[in-house]
C-alpha cells in the first residue's frame, strides 16, 4: 500500500485510527515501561500530536532510574559488544518510509508548503 492510499485511509477513518494508536502506543508502553525493556524507569511523560495528513504520532520523554551518566555512556560504547548492540537497536527502530515522496519536489510558499 503506498502513502498516499494509507493517508486516504486515515483521513476517511479517523475514530478507528485514533483507537489504533491508542492501543498501539499502550503495548509500546507496557512492553518497554512495565516489562522493563529499557531498564527501571523513574517517570514518562508523552503528547499526542496529528500531522496535516491526520495521522498521529507521539512524542515521548522517558526518566530513566540509574545512575548512568554521559561519562559512563562514553565508556561502555567503546566495548566493541555493547556498541554492536546498541548499534543493531538503533538500525532496528530507526525506519524511513518515503513511498512515492521521494520523486516529489516540495516548495514553500507564503502560505505554507505546496
Same mark, same amino acid.
Given at each position: 500500500? /503506498? ?9 476517511? =477513518?479517523? $475514530? ?5 494508536? =491508542?492501543? +498501539?502506543?499502550? @503495548?509500546?508502553? #507496557? ?5 522493563? $525493556?529499557?531498564?527501571? $524507569?523513574?517517570? %514518562? ?20 532510574? =540509574? #545512575?548512568? &551518566?554521559?561519562? #559512563?555512556?562514553?565508556? &561502555? ?11 543493531? %537497536?538503533?538500525? /532496528?527502530?530507526? &525506519?524511513? /518510509? +518515503?513511498?512515492?515522496?521521494? /520523486? ?6 507564503? @502560505?505554507?508548503?505546496?
Amino acid at each position: 500500500m /503506498d502513502t498516499y492510499r494509507r493517508a486516504e485511509i486515515i483521513a476517511s =477513518h479517523p $475514530v478507528a485510527t485514533a483507537k489504533y494508536f =491508542h492501543t +498501539l502506543i499502550t @503495548n509500546i508502553l #507496557d512492553t518497554m515501561i512495565m516489562g522493563g $525493556v529499557i531498564g527501571p $524507569v523513574k517517570a %514518562y511523560f508523552g503528547t499526542v500530536e496529528s500531522q496535516r495528513r491526520g495521522s498521529l504520532h507521539l512524542h515521548l520523554l522517558i526518566w530513566l532510574d =540509574h #545512575d548512568l &551518566k554521559p561519562a #559512563d555512556m562514553k565508556e &561502555k560504547i567503546q566495548g566493541a559488544t555493547f556498541r554492536d548492540k546498541l548499534i543493531a %537497536y538503533l538500525e /532496528d527502530i530507526i &525506519k524511513e /518510509d +518515503l513511498g512515492e515522496f521521494k /520523486d516529489i519536489q516540495v516548495i514553500e510558499s507564503p @502560505n505554507g508548503i505546496r
